[in-house]
Structures are given as C-alpha cells and as structure tokens.
C-alpha cells in the first residue's frame, strides 16, 4: 500500500466511484458472461470475460512455465489483448505465483488485492510483497467488503477481504441461516495464516449469480454467513480452497444453495470425501465439475468422469484405488514429481491440460462445457 498514492488511492478506492458504473444488462442482449476454469494443478486462475468486453482474471496459478503458458493460451482464445483487472486473492505461490510472467507478457490495466500479507515474517513473502509493490505501482486497488469493481454490465462485488466480511445484505437477502446450527469450529492455527484474507467476489449478471472465494477458509465462513446470509443464493460455486476440506462448510454451502459446484482440485489436492459429501448433500445442487480426477476420493466421491476436465492414465488410477503389493525391499517412492511435492502442492503434469469453460446468459441459464470431451450441459433459467 506504500507506493499507492493517496490521489490515485481516492481516485481507486472511492466506493461511491466503484459504485455508480455497474449497469443492469438488459436480457435481450443475447451476450455472455464467458468463465474460464483452468487447469492450475490445485492452484487457481479463473478468466472472467464480462458481456461488455471487459476481463477479469482472478489469480495467476503457481510460478514457472507450465501455468504461464496455459493461462497465455486462454487469454489468447479469449481475445483478450490486455487484462482489465488482475484480482490476486492472497499471495500464496499457487495464486500469485505468475503475476510477473503476466505483467511482463500482457499488459494489466488494474490489480486488486487485499492489502500487505499478513505472512511478511516469512522471507519468501515479503521479497514478493515488494516485487508485487513495484510491478502494481499507481494501478493498484486494496478492496474492503461492499466496494465494487468498476466494470459495465455486470455487478462485481467484494464479499470478503482482509479477513473482513460483507455485513450489508443485498436486496433480498440478509435471512437468519438455518444452516449457522450445526457450525463447528476448527482449530485453524496450522492453516496459512493469509488464507482467510482472500479476496471472494460476487458476479451478478441478470439473474446469473455466481461466487469466487479464493482460499477463505472454514471459521470465517461462519463470519460472513451467521448470523444472517447476506449474499443470497448463487447459481454457480467455485469450491473455496481446492475443495480442500479446510473450507467449504455446510453453513456456507448450503445457505448459497448453488446448482452447480466447480472444483479447481489437483491430483492430489481437495476433493477429499467430507467436500464432496457437504456438496453431494447441498439442497439444490445438480452437478458438481471437476478440474482433475482426485485421488483423495476415489471411485466413491469423484463425479463421474464425463464432468472432470483431467483424467490421469486409468492404470494411475487404478494403482491408486487398489495398489499393487510392494516386494519387501522396494525402494521408497521417489520424492517430487507427480504426487505431492509438486508447484502448490497439487501434483500435476505438464501435457496438455483442458479446462472447464461456462458461459451464462442474463435470463440466469447457463452452459457448463468440459474442454476435455466437449460434454456439455446447460442449466435453463428458472
Ligand atoms: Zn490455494
């Protein structure tokens, strides 16, 4: 926030200003609120392209070539010749890690964030703090809950930042959550102290509503839903934090009552039993989709597979399900590669990689494709 300054910071942060531009669309326009999953390997990037022309891209995956190139590869397909805003959550390798590759590749208009990491005892962090500082000079925007990206056509709001929540209901909502009952709090000492902090956006556009959370995390779930829901139902969930079960309570999904769930897992990363079991139970939820096969789930808690963008190699899968005996001096298993150890902790690999593309329209319907096998399935307006 040092190399903000104030002018550029009233002129950025003025939540009247952020306010006043998001227009109603109207629903005849026949455009498309385009959403572009990608592959990160457990990490994020997600390509919001807004009926108006303007893009959003939320988070940048994990540092190196094979993210860079995939996210390259969309914008490309996209059309997208410059980057509107760059949102990055929080600042953990697997969703800043490609912030300047970016910025040197494209350039970026604006970038929202939620302020200095609170993780700047850690010295990796605080050397990409300042690079991040430098690279977002006079661009950069450090979002509160309420405030809006200034964008045409779609109503962008900030719903969580800095550990703060939305408190404001929007028209229509702000109900008691019959789902705050059953909350149970984690002991969250051992979690990555800036993932609370993300950033999570609201994208409404007509009726379509869809949420990202970043890595927002289980007890502050409970901060932003309870007593009250402020946020209402959503048609579209990105699964917050990977479907890693440090996030993702009943009292926040089922309150959203989403009709879809898309999960930015790894290999081996989220889409443990307890995330799926809290999405196979949630009212209202017709499919969940997912960016990889995960070997946490297993046969019994994947979706089946038409609905999953990356399948490794069956053999890999069935190993996984029912391992082969080890003869007694096996060697151990080799440490990084595929599996844990990997950028984000995902796992991964570098062949081709498919994604999960979404495109809404303003009556509220929308169509889910898998890049993978062209599956696609439209959810009409209701
Ligand atoms: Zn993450």
């Not at 891209?57 to 059309?79: F, N, Q, W, Y």
């Not at 048609?235 to 898309?262: E, F, K, M, W």
């Not at 499919?287 to 297993?298: K, N, V």
């Not at 399900?321 to 150890?341: F, L, Y």
Request: proline share 7%; glycine share 10%.
């Amino acid at each position: 926030m040092k190399l903000v300054t104030l002018a550029s910071l009233a002129a950025l942060l003025g939540v009247a200003a952020f306010a006043q531009n998001a227009t109603k669309p109207s629903a005849s326009s026949g455009k498309t609120l385009d959403m572009y999953y990608m592959d990160m390997e457990g990490g994020h990037s997600t390509l919001y392209m807004l009926p108006s022309g303007q893009s959003i891209l939320i988070d940048t995956g994990s540092p190196g070539e094979r993210d860079h190139d995939r996210i390259m590869a969309v914008l490309k397909e996209a059309g997208v010749k410059e980057i509107d805003y760059l949102v990055s959550t929080h600042y953990h390798s697997d969703h800043i890690g490609g912030v300047e590759a970016l910025v040197k590749a494209i350039p970026v208009k604006h970038f929202i964030d939620h302020g200095t990491s609170i993780e700047m005892d850690r010295p990796v962090v605080a050397t990409f703090q300042k690079l991040y500082e430098e690279l977002t000079a006079n661009k950069r925007t450090i979002v509160k809950p309420g405030d809006k990206i200034p964008v045409t056509g779609t109503d962008v709001l900030v719903v969580t930042s800095h550990s703060k929540v939305l408190k404001t209901p929007l028209p229509g909502a702000g109900k008691a959550n019959p789902f705050c009952a059953g909350f149970e709090p984690r002991d969250e000492s051992r979690i990555d102290p800036d993932n609370p902090n993300s950033v999570g956006l609201l994208f409404t556009y007509g009726k379509f509503r869809t949420i990202n959370l970043g890595d927002f995390t289980w007890n502050v779930e409970k901060d932003l839903m309870c007593p009250n829901n402020p946020i209402g139902t959503v048609d579209l969930y990105l699964t917050s934090h990977h479907g890693i079960d440090q996030s993702g309570s009943a009292t926040l999904v089922h309150a959203l009552h989403p009709r879809v769930a898309i999960m930015h897992n790894g290999q081996r990363k989220g889409g443990v039993p307890q995330t799926m079991n809290t999405l196979f139970s949630s009212p209202g939820l017709e499919d969940i989709w997912q960016l990889h096969w995960a070997f946490a789930g297993g046969t019994e808690y994947n979706a089946p597979g038409r609905f999953i963008a990356n399948v490794e190699e069956p053999a890999a899968m069935a190993a996984a399900i029912n391992p082969p005996p080890q003869p007694a001096d096996a060697p151990p298993p080799a440490a990084g590669g595929r599996g844990r150890g990997g950028f984000g902790r995902g796992g991964g690999h570098n062949g081709p990689a498919f994604l999960i593309k979404v495109s809404a329209r303003a009556d509220g319907s929308f169509t889910v494709t898998n890049t993978r096998n062209q599956f696609s399935k439209t959810y009409a307006a209701k």
